[in-house]
């Protein structure tokens, strides 16, 4: 007898928020945590190569790259998979740099399906590693993206506090959407 393979359902879980808020540290411990596997952000590895002078064609490729990055970690998710970003970060980062997102990534913004979103307020110390270049609009970035996500009405939680209690509660956030999903 053959055996079929069904895809699994994964279920996907954002980390969201400005630069120098956890969303690496904690993307790979509640990977960790929960036996799976998380997603780098493709924008930051792409910044490190070509630089932050970034056009809307810079924007494309980060997207496009966020993309694949996530959908091939998601054949090897173990029941959740986390993500250091999506696309609507890429779009509100093409705010920030004032170029033109392009229409496409916005259209998918509305198109991918993510089960929570873990936004991460801005109330931990902002490091400097190179790459980081604006503590000045944390706060005004924060808000941006809280206002879009509230708008587009997702499954959404505000994690704050230092890192062991950000832990906590993203755990907590997690468990209560995986046993809903039951």
């Known amino acids: 007898m053959e055996h079929k393979n069904f895809s699994k ?22 990977a960790t945590h ?5 997603v780098e952000e493709y924008g930051r590895a792409y910044c490190q190569t070509v630089g ?8 494309a490729h980060i997207a496009g790259g966020q993309i694949f990055l996530e959908d091939e970690a998601a054949k090897k998710a173990n029941v959740v998979l986390f993500c250091d970003t999506d696309l609507i970060v890429t779009e509100i980062w093409a705010e920030i740099y004032k170029v033109e997102c392009p229409g496409w990534v916005i259209e998918e913004t509305h198109r991918r399906h993510y089960d929570l979103f873990l936004l991460l307020a801005p109330d931990v110390a902002w490091e400097h590693d190179g790459l980081r ?8 970035h924060y808000e941006r993206l809280k206002t879009e996500l509230e708008k587009r009405k ?10 062991e209690s950000r832990m906590r509660q993203a755990v907590g956030a997690v468990e209560k959407m995986l046993n809903a999903s039951i």
């Open 9 to 30: 359902s994964i279920k996907k879980v954002v980390l969201s928020g400005p630069e120098s808020t956890g969303k690496t540290f904690l993307s790979q411990k509640l």
């Open 133 to 140: 270049e604006y503590p000045h609009i944390r706060n005004w």
């Open 154 to 163: 997702v499954p959404l939680v505000i994690i704050s506090g230092d890192y």
């Open 34 to 38: 929960f036996h799976t596997v998380w």
């Open 52 to 59: 932050q002078n970034l056009t809307s064609l810079d924007f």
